[in-house]
């Protein structure tokens, strides 16, 4: 697979709700940097964070178009429409009723040696506050 498929395939697990194939194409010192707080590092700290992800939200991703680097480096950019029930409230937000949503947001990636190495996610917070309020 080239870079621009690896990352279309780990969008096609995300989807498919398969962890473990989107593991499977990450670096084992993947730098996942979310849209809020820090960034972590390496595969245990992303795990947790899809488990995380997986009991708080359900969400789907829709309307996904890909742009690819002109230079060798291996970066890709992708805008995609986040559909999503937010299940299991979090800390520090809304209460969760179940409420749904849905929500414009983009990520850069960065493949290296065949694996996802870096993961960079944007979305407007103030934006899914007021989804999930309403």
Request: aromatic residues 12%; without cysteine.
């Amino acid at each position: 697979m080239n870079e621009l498929e690896i990352v279309k395939q780990y969008y096609k697990y995300f989807n498919e709700l398969n962890w473990e194939g989107m593991l499977s194409l990450v670096s084992d010192d993947i730098r996942h940097e979310p849209n809020e707080g820090e960034a972590r590092i390496g595969t245990e700290p992303f795990k947790a964070f899809l488990n995380k992800m997986d009991t708080a939200y359900q969400e789907t991703l829709t309307n996904q178009v890909f742009f690819t680097s002109e230079d060798d480096t291996s970066r890709i950019a992708t805008e995609f429409t986040v559909n999503g029930i937010y299940k299991i409230s979090e800390p520090g937000l809304p209460e969760a009723k179940g409420q749904k949503y849905v929500l414009p947001a983009g990520a850069f990636l960065e493949v290296k040696n065949g694996k996802i190495a870096r993961i960079t996610t944007y979305y407007n917070l103030d934006l899914w506050i007021r989804l999930v309020s309403e």
